[in-house]
C-alpha cells in the first residue's frame, strides 16, 4: 500500500510542535470530491426517493399492496450525514 499523501508534525515538546502547527500552510488537491456536500447528497436522496428501487435485495409479501390497504401510514423524511474525511483546516 505504501505511503499517502499527507504532512506530520515532530517537536521535541507539544508546544514546539504547536507553534510549527500554527505555521504551516497546507493546500490540499481534494480532487473531483470536492464539490460533494451533504446538502449535494440529501437533494440526490430526495430525488431518488420516490422512484422504484433499481434493484431489490430481498422482497416478501407486498409491501405496495399493504400500504395501500393500511388504515394509517405514516411518512417521516430520513436524513443522511456525509462521511467523506477531510483534511484538517488547522
Do not use: C
Not at 515532530?10 to 502547527?21: E, M, P, S
Not at 500552510?25 to 447528497?41: H, M, R, T
Amino acid at each position: 500500500m505504501g505511503l499517502q499523501d499527507g504532512v506530520a508534525i515532530i517537536g521535541d515538546t507539544w508546544w514546539a510542535a504547536n507553534k510549527a502547527l500554527e505555521k504551516l500552510q497546507v493546500q490540499w488537491d481534494e480532487g473531483p470530491v470536492a464539490e460533494q456536500s451533504s446538502a449535494g447528497y440529501a437533494q440526490t436522496a430526495a430525488d431518488l426517493a420516490p422512484k422504484d428501487p433499481q434493484k431489490s435485495l430481498h422482497t416478501d409479501g407486498d409491501f405496495k399492496g399493504a400500504i395501500a390497504g393500511a388504515a394509517h401510514v405514516l411518512e417521516l423524511p430520513i436524513s443522511i450525514r456525509s462521511s467523506r474525511i477531510r483534511p484538517s483546516s488547522r
